[in-house]
């Protein structure tokens, strides 16, 4: 019979129709699509730079490292610099911060839970999503990279998952998928965090801090946003060991830093390398969020009371040297800026640390600091109050905590922390804040540091500790902020009406850093 038979024609249309409304529906499910090149013509792997960045996800995935402790050894070890270092860089840590957002997107184009789908192919499509929603890549070159990645990696199976999936991601823009997720959020919460690429309880933990700390609710928004821009590289020129001057006069052409926006000891660098300035290579300059400067200078401007208004203490054995001490030191960055102070001052610096690994960081951080200033310590930093009493005249109280102020710069860190680290956590802090507040001396002042904005972890552990205790007085920590910032900024930093301080990184441009300054009365 004639393939032109009009008696056969419908039923073939109909078989024609049904089979193409199968392919579309394996489509959308990211499945069911097949690569049209041959498979001699198929790339086999991908350049270097998407490599690092894949190697950066799975170790931040499989050992809890941190990105910006993996990424730059393994460019540098792999010779992967100047524009491709760039893009590894961007790509490795944008897929970190907007992974909340892409997972939503990628369980809408896959037939499973993304539970079920091997963690290593689910990295493998999250870098090809931000490449084609996050970044100006091409999206040919998206897919076809990402897959032959994929193939490379974890075989010709699951790179052709990955291209289905990511051809249709790509068939709706951007601007579509952001309207969808939102529309698809049961709840305003929800739809901040999904499109802001937070867990929930974070984004509702920083709308109460925000609201705690007298700001607008409706900042949470540009928090969120702060929380995903790449922050720019920040250095400290140690006071005594080096200046600012010197950091820019050492600087290879058309890399000097240039002046931070608050702190006289800061500088952004315009590249992402510190190691090209001499300075921060031998230990007299380093790496330090301004915020982090801030509060360590706060500290040290502070006045101690004598009772005979001289402003320095007599240490022990009656030396008339300052004691300071770091409590929780490693990895080093304040109690290095502590040092330089405490040396410029005549002071003596103990810097303890309660992981011997970390304490080796303290000690690498300090190898600039002049023979005799500092001591270098492994021990637990909530026995010292009780074998120590009424010892040191500054102590700091940088706590463990959830690092939920940090996020730009760790944003593995928010899909790690859950709520129950809190209880935790915050029992730690107590026990710190109180082992402090008994080393310090009468007339000595303590100061209570965290890298979270988290109400649970600042005020709420400040008030429980003063609860029990009526020789402790709060210090005006925002009076102590404004002594130290530049001259210039005093007026124009918004530091509220309370007593504590609250950094926030859409605000200030800083690391969300918290300070409450106490002194133990006479």
Same mark, same amino acid.
């Given at each position: 019979?004639?393939?032109?038979?009009?008696?056969?024609?419908?039923?073939?249309?109909?078989?024609?129709?049904?089979?193409?409304?199968?392919?579309?529906?394996?489509?959308?499910?990211?499945?069911?699509?097949?690569?049209?090149?041959?498979?001699?013509?198929?790339?086999?792997?991908?350049?270097?730079?998407?490599?690092?960045?894949?190697?950066?996800?799975?170790?931040?995935?499989?050992?809890?490292?941190?990105?910006?402790?993996?990424?730059?050894?393994?460019?540098?070890?792999?010779?992967?610099?100047?524009?491709?270092?760039?893009?590894?860089?961007?790509?490795?840590?944008?897929?970190?911060?907007?992974?909340?957002?892409?997972?939503?997107?990628?369980?809408?184009?896959?037939?499973?839970?993304?539970?079920?789908?091997?963690?290593?192919?689910?990295?493998?499509?999250?870098?090809?999503?931000?490449?084609?929603?996050?970044?100006?890549?091409?999206?040919?070159?998206?897919?076809?990279?990402?897959?032959?990645?994929?193939?490379?990696?974890?075989?010709?199976?699951?790179?052709?998952?990955?291209?289905?999936?990511?051809?249709?991601?790509?068939?709706?823009?951007?601007?579509?998928?952001?309207?969808?997720?939102?529309?698809?959020?049961?709840?305003?919460?929800?739809?901040?965090?999904?499109?802001?690429?937070?867990?929930?309880?974070?984004?509702?933990?920083?709308?109460?801090?925000?609201?705690?700390?007298?700001?607008?609710?409706?900042?949470?928004?540009?928090?969120?946003?702060?929380?995903?821009?790449?922050?720019?590289?920040? =250095?400290? /020129?140690? @006071?005594?060991? #080096? %200046?600012?001057?010197?950091?820019?006069? &050492?600087? !290879?052409? *058309?890399?000097?830093?240039?002046?931070?926006?608050?702190?006289?000891?800061?500088?952004?660098?315009?590249?992402?390398?510190?190691?090209?300035?001499?300075?921060?290579?031998?230990?007299?300059?380093?790496?330090?969020?301004?915020?982090?400067?801030?509060?360590?200078?706060?500290?040290?401007?502070?006045?101690?009371?004598?009772?005979?208004?001289?402003?320095?203490?007599?240490?022990?054995?009656?030396?008339?040297?300052?004691?300071?001490?770091?409590?929780?030191?490693?990895?080093?960055?304040?109690?290095?800026?502590?040092?330089?102070?405490?040396?410029?001052?005549?002071?003596?610096?103990?810097?303890?640390?309660?992981?011997?690994?970390?304490?080796?960081?303290?000690?690498?951080? =300090?190898? /600039?600091? @002049?023979?005799? #200033? %500092?001591?270098?310590?492994?021990?637990? &930093?909530? !026995?010292? *109050?009780?074998?120590?009493?009424?010892?040191?005249?500054?102590?700091?109280?940088?706590?463990?905590?959830?690092?939920?102020?940090?996020?730009?710069?760790?944003?593995?860190?928010?899909?790690?922390?859950?709520?129950?680290?809190?209880?935790?956590?915050?029992?730690?802090?107590?026990?710190?804040?109180?082992?402090?507040?008994?080393?310090?001396?009468?007339?000595?002042?303590?100061?209570?540091?965290?890298?979270?904005?988290?109400?649970?972890?600042?005020?709420?552990?400040?008030?429980?500790?003063?609860?029990?205790?009526?020789?402790?007085?709060?210090?005006?920590?925002?009076?102590?902020?404004?002594?130290?910032?530049?001259?210039?900024?005093?007026?124009?930093?918004?530091?509220?009406?309370?007593?504590?301080?609250?950094?926030?990184?859409?605000?200030?441009?800083?690391?969300?850093?918290?300070?409450?300054?106490?002194?133990?009365?006479?």
């Amino acid at each position: 019979m004639s393939p032109h038979d009009s008696s056969r024609g419908p039923a073939r249309d109909q078989r024609r129709d049904d089979r193409g409304r199968e392919r579309g529906a394996a489509r959308s499910r990211g499945a069911g699509q097949r690569s049209t090149s041959a498979p001699s013509a198929r790339r086999k792997g991908t350049d270097p730079a998407r490599s690092a960045a894949y190697d950066v996800l799975r170790q931040v995935e499989t050992s809890d490292a941190y990105a910006n402790l993996v990424l730059p050894p393994l460019l540098r070890e792999r010779g992967i610099r100047a524009r491709d270092a760039a893009f590894a860089t961007e790509l490795a840590y944008g897929t970190l911060r907007m992974r909340g957002r892409y997972d939503a997107i990628i369980a809408q184009c896959v037939d499973r839970p993304l539970t079920k789908i091997d963690p290593p192919v689910l990295d493998l499509l999250r870098l090809g999503v931000h490449q084609l929603l996050g970044m100006r890549v091409p999206q040919h070159a998206a897919v076809s990279e990402t897959v032959g990645l994929a193939r490379e990696r974890t075989g010709a199976g699951s790179a052709q998952f990955v291209n289905a999936v990511l051809r249709t991601v790509s068939r709706t823009p951007g601007e579509r998928w952001t309207e969808r997720l939102a529309e698809q959020a049961p709840d305003d919460v929800t739809r901040l965090s999904v499109l802001g690429s937070h867990p929930v309880w974070i984004t509702r933990a920083l709308r109460e801090a925000l609201v705690g700390h007298g700001r607008p609710v409706d900042e949470i928004t540009a928090l969120l946003d702060a929380d995903n821009t790449a922050p720019r590289v920040t =250095l400290v /020129a140690r @006071p005594g060991l #080096t %200046t600012p001057q010197e950091l820019r006069e &050492g600087a !290879q052409e *058309g890399l000097a830093p240039s002046p931070a926006r608050w702190a006289p000891t800061a500088l952004v660098l315009p590249g992402s390398d510190p190691s090209t300035i001499p300075a921060v290579r031998d230990g007299r300059a380093g790496v330090q969020d301004e915020g982090s400067q801030l509060v360590t200078l706060a500290l040290a401007h502070v006045d101690l009371d004598d009772g005979d208004g001289d402003s320095h203490a007599d240490g022990p054995g009656g030396t008339g040297t300052e004691r300071w001490l770091d409590l929780c030191a490693g990895p080093g960055g304040k109690a290095a800026l502590l040092a330089a102070l405490a040396s410029d001052r005549g002071a003596h610096l103990v810097a303890n640390e309660l992981a011997p690994h970390r304490a080796r960081l303290v000690e690498r951080a =300090l190898t /600039a600091v @002049p023979d005799g #200033t %500092t001591e270098v310590r492994v021990g637990d &930093g909530r !026995q010292i *109050g009780t074998d120590e009493p009424d010892t040191y005249d500054r102590v700091l109280v940088d706590a463990p905590c959830t690092g939920l102020g940090a996020l730009r710069r760790r944003p593995e860190s928010r899909w790690r922390r859950t709520p129950a680290d809190l209880a935790v956590l915050t029992g730690l802090q107590r026990e710190l804040l109180t082992s402090a507040l008994a080393a310090v001396r009468p007339g000595g002042v303590v100061g209570y540091v965290t890298c979270s904005p988290h109400l649970a972890e600042t005020r709420l552990v400040v008030d429980d500790v003063l609860r029990r205790r009526d020789d402790v007085e709060v210090l005006d920590a925002p009076a102590a902020v404004r002594a130290v910032v530049r001259p210039e900024a005093r007026e124009t930093i918004e530091l509220g009406d309370r007593r504590d301080v609250q950094l926030w990184p859409h605000v200030h441009g800083t690391d969300a850093m918290h300070l409450t300054l106490l002194r133990r009365r006479r």
